[in-house]
């Protein structure tokens, strides 16, 4: 994918930064909010002011079209 996200294969995989924790936060709880609503989830690693995000079909061992379309929409927040 050419929009920051990498394709391993296995997983969609980015890295968000943000100025400071607060900030990285607050996206966090949109990315929630998100998750809920499409009940598909990301693994979510923060760390100060990163956040990677693995996504992943965990019910399917790999990469969905429910992994692409929730790409799609965190690219949207
Ligand atoms: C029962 C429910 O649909 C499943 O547990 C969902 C919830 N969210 C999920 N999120 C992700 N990323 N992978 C899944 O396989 C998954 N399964």
Not at 31 to 56: F, M
């Amino acid at each position: 994918m050419e929009n920051g996200w990498e394709n391993t294969g296995h997983a969609l995989v980015r890295e968000f930064v943000f100025s400071d924790f607060a900030g990285a936060m607050a996206f966090v709880n949109r990315v929630a909010q998100v998750a809920e609503e499409k009940n598909h989830h990301p693994d979510i690693q923060i760390r100060w002011n990163k956040v990677t995000l693995t996504l992943s079909t965990h019910t399917s061992g790999g990469l969905t079209e429910k992994d692409f379309r929730l790409a799609e929409a965190i690219d949207s927040l």
